[in-house]
């Protein structure tokens, strides 16, 4: 299974989930994109502009981010345990969930009339 990098590019990627995604490797499972696209597609149709700038701006708590951190700096070392690996791969799935829906949350935005 390949990596890929479906965090928003730039300054946003950054500042968005500071997940490191280097330790993200090829054995930890990642989202079908497809699937995930033909299943969102429609909910993302159904996005106030507010609920989508709200989406968009979505950022994970000091805390959670924290454990992030410190399980990409684990794996990094290579010195995860078998349950705090299935923790971050379900951080790192979820984090690509979000940020597939935050893409369309910005992709809707732009078409969207100013409120």
């Known amino acids: 299974m390949n990596k890929r990098r479906l965090l928003p590019s730039g300054a946003a990627a950054a500042s968005v989930f500071r997940i490191h995604r280097t330790t993200y ?18 909910l993302s149709r159904l996005l106030t502009p507010d ?19 410190k399980l990409a700096r684990k794996c990094n ?14 951080y790192v799935q979820t984090i690509d969930f979000i940020a597939i829906l935050q893409a369309k949350a910005r992709a809707r935005l732009k078409g969207a009339p100013a409120d």
């Open 25 to 42: 490797n090829v054995h930890m499972k990642t989202l079908e994109t497809p699937v995930v696209d033909r299943l969102l597609d429609p």
């Open 77 to 90: 070392e290579d010195q995860l345990t078998a349950e705090e690996r299935r923790e971050y791969e379900t």
């Open 51 to 69: 609920v989508g700038r709200k989406v968009a701006n979505y950022r994970f708590d000091a805390r959670a981010q924290a454990r992030i951190d």
